[in-house]
């Protein structure tokens, strides 16, 4: 069974500091990766995806993520936080093995960007 | 477009009671995903449905159960339900399309007393 390890469960940074979230999944095969985020008081939302092709994605926000296979990881970047990034991110995995949707989400990291 | 909706967006149930959630997709999704959260356990995924069926199970018991309608609606069934089944129930649908990403609705918090 696929699982996925977010490195860092809290992060408080100052706004315009750089962020990087790791995130690594163990599973062999052909997976889709996804980066979801949670703003206070609201649902889900997609950031950004990775399902193929250029291994550097871009996402909402200026939010971008970079697949590295040999790595088995998806670290979530963005050059300069501001406090409205303030919210909880989670990495997700999608093994597609029979296909369809089975998304393994890592732990989660609570980011908190002050002013 | 709207987005997936969720009702009801909250719940409180007694131990032994049983409940349905229902959870509409975004218009031309097919396929419905459940997902628990809860603080101690994250999300963990429950099932999905696509065409009607089953097509994958989480790791949860029998209590817990799902169908699909024709006009692709789900609900989500516990039966006999217990203290740790409180959490927020999320609903998530995509397309039939390589990226399989999956949009989420508010969810129902259930809470079991």
């Known amino acids: 069974a696929q699982s996925v390890s977010q490195h860092n469960h809290h992060v408080i940074l100052s706004e315009a500091a750089s962020l990087e979230l790791g995130c690594n999944y163990s599973?062999?095969?052909?997976?889709?990766l996804f980066w979801y985020v949670q703003y206070p008081g609201q649902h889900l939302q997609l950031l950004l995806k990775y399902f193929s092709g250029d291994p550097l994605v871009k996402g909402i926000k200026g939010f971008e993520a970079e697949f590295i296979k040999s790595k088995f990881s998806f670290n979530l970047r963005k050059p300069s936080v501001q406090w409205s990034d303030t919210a909880e991110y989670f990495c997700a995995v999608n093994a597609l093995t029979g296909g369809g949707n089975k998304l393994t989400f890592g732990t989660g990291t609570q980011l908190k960007v002050e002013l | 477009k709207a987005g997936v909706t969720q009702t009801p967006r909250y719940l409180i149930k007694t131990r032994g009671q049983q409940v349905t959630l229902s959870c509409s997709p975004i218009s031309g999704h097919r396929s419905v995903s459940w997902y628990q959260q809860t603080p101690g356990q994250g999300l963990q995924f429950l099932f999905e449905y696509f065409s009607e069926t089953q097509r994958n199970k989480g790791n949860f018991p029998g209590r817990f159960s799902g169908r699909q309608f024709s006009n692709s609606r789900s609900e989500m069934n516990v039966s006999t339900l217990e203290l740790g089944d409180s959490a927020l129930y999320l609903c998530a649908s995509s397309l039939e399309t390589r990226a399989y990403e999956q949009y989420f609705g508010p969810g129902t918090r259930l809470t079991v007393t």
């Open positions: 599973y062999g095969g052909t997976v889709n």
